[in-house]
Structure formats: C-alpha cells, structure tokens
C-alpha cells in the first residue's frame, strides 16, 4: 500500500470532500480519486460513497480511516525518530489546547520556536479537558496545555500555573472601576459561563452554593469569543484568568476588576503529555519553551491587570 494514498485518503476522510481534500492536499481532485480508486482495488472493497453533499466513508472505509490515522502518526514519529539521530530539530509537533490559552501563552512560544527552527510544524487544535486528555491517549496531539485537566495515571502533567480568576467586563459597566470585588457584588448582574463540564463553572458553582447566592446566569457558552462579544456589548460579566482578556484590556474594549482572595478557587493551567509516548527532539524542545512560559505566566499576568 502506497503511503501516498493512505495520506490522500487520510485527508479526504476528515474533509468529507474530494475537492476539498484537493485543495488542502495542494493537487488535482481528479488525483485524489485515482488514488482513491487504486486503493478500493488494491483491497478490493468501496471506502467511500459519493453523495451530493460531498462524500462519505463505506463501513470498509470507516475502518481503513481508523487506522491510516494511527499509522500515518507512527511514521511521522518515525521519522522524527530518525531526524533525532541526526540531531535535527524537524517534524511536526501536535498540540491540544483550551481556547484561553492561545493568545498570550502559546501562540508566542510557537512562533519564536519556528522563526527559530524553520523546519518545525504544528497542529493546533481546541479542545475540552477531557478531550485533550483523549488526544493525548489516543495518540494525536503529542502535548496538551489546558486548564484543569483531570488527573490520569497514564498522563504525565510536566508543568503548571496558578492563576486568579477576574470579573471581566465593558468599561461601561457600573462595577468596571471597583478596585476589587466579591461574589455578592455580582450576584444582580447576567453572566456570561462555560456549562458544568468545566472548571470555572464548578467553581462557581461550589462558592455560590456555599454563600447562599442566587448568580444570573443569563447566558452558557463554551466559546471564549462568544463570551468576550456579550461582555464588550455590556450584556455580561466573566469569571475569567487574565491571560484570556489580556489583549482586549489594553486595548480599553474590556476591564479585568480582581475578586477578593478566596472568592473564587484559582485556576490551573497544565502542561501534559502520554506517559507511554517517548517525546521527540521537536516535542521536546516545544516542551521546555512551554514551560518557560507558565513560568513567567503569573509575572506577566499582574502586570496586565487592573485594579
């Protein structure tokens, strides 16, 4: 089996599209069928159906897209395998992240690590805790940064940061130049929350229960942009670490207020990976500059807050 139409058939199974798959893969759609067809004769079964909405995978399909995936991985590990043996900083590293994170901790160290080794790619994808935690098992993310992941035997959490939670607001809001507030203080004000799958909201949760308060949640959404739209608009305030608002905070469309200590359980943003992998030399070294930067995290996030 050519490694050429496993990887052609590997892309056109996540795109649901030949043409699409096309376009990504940089070739003619009429060679991505060809390929296509040489494996459907070459295991003599039909993988994919073609439907008007694009395509989709035959059962004979389903299972040939389960394990291209794992083996198209083990060769690109292989290859950075081989690329360590001659001390060469190559391949492409995997990483698994909750939205928060992006802006101002990981995009930063992922762009001077390619500036720094040109020859260094990398997957970004956002995910849930627990969705990281599956990538991480599963093989396709080499590293995860996310907050609170859930501790597993089998994951192996490299580095942490403690972070404070901030009222996040419009600067218009009445409460946006207190210079500290509680849980009480908000209680009459709509809110803007992640649902009871992660961290801040159970956290929320736990010291509303414990204080007896009624908080107004007038809007659930996982997605980060969607909250900091509401709260630019002044429909809402976020229960938010610092780092996810920096850049909106200086530039004056959003206002970070602290809670005072003990309102609201810190945050915690890990740095994980497989304890069964054996990292490369580029997840490695992707690694170490992640670590550097929650390092200098909480430096970094006094001095963007405002008080």
């Known amino acids: 089996m050519q490694w050429r139409a496993l990887k052609y058939f590997d892309t056109v199974a996540r795109c649901h599209s030949l043409r ?3 376009s990504r893969l940089h070739v003619a759609p009429t060679a991505v069928s060809r390929q296509i067809d040489q494996l459907e004769h070459q295991l003599g079964a039909e993988l994919l159906e073609r439907t008007h909405e694009g395509v989709r995978l035959t059962p004979a399909g389903e299972l040939l897209a389960d394990q291209a995936s794992r083996t198209l991985r ?68 080499d590293i995860g940064l996310a907050y609170f992941l859930p501790p597993r035997d089998d994951v192996v ?54 204080r007896k308060l009624n908080m107004q949640i007038a809007y659930t959404t996982s997605s980060l942009e969607t909250q900091k739209a509401l709260a630019r608009q002044g429909a809402a ?35 994980c990976v497989y ?3 054996s990292p490369s030399l580029a997840v490695r070294t992707c690694l170490a500059r992640l670590e550097e930067a929650l390092v200098e995290l909480d430096g970094n996030a006094a001095d963007m807050a405002h008080n």
Not at 160 to 168: D, G, K, P, Q, T
Not at 179 to 193: C, H, Q, T
């Open 275 to 277: 304890r069964h992998h």
């Open 157 to 210: 959490r490299v580095a942490s940061a403690e972070l404070e939670h901030y009222a996040v607001m419009a600067p218009g809001h009445p409460l946006a130049w207190t210079s500290a507030l509680g849980l009480s203080d908000i209680e009459g004000y709509p809110l803007a929350v992640p649902d009871d799958s992660f961290g801040v909201r159970q956290a929320l949760n736990r010291a509303a229960r414990d």
């Open 237 to 271: 305030i976020l229960l938010l670490p610092l780092i996810t608002v920096a850049q909106e905070c200086e530039a004056g469309q959003l206002v970070a207020v602290a809670l005072h200590p003990g309102e609201l359980e810190q945050t915690r943003v890990d740095l």
């Open 74 to 141: 083990d060769m690109e590990r292989l290859a950075a395998r081989i690329a360590d043996l001659q001390g060469c900083c190559t391949g492409r590293v995997s990483v698994e992240v909750s939205e928060g994170v992006v802006a101002q901790l990981l995009t930063p160290a992922l762009a001077g690590l390619q500036s720094e080794y040109p020859q260094l790619t990398f997957d970004v994808s956002i995910a849930s805790a627990g969705g990281v935690i599956e990538t991480l098992r599963s093989g396709k993310a």
């Open 20 to 22: 699409q798959a096309a």
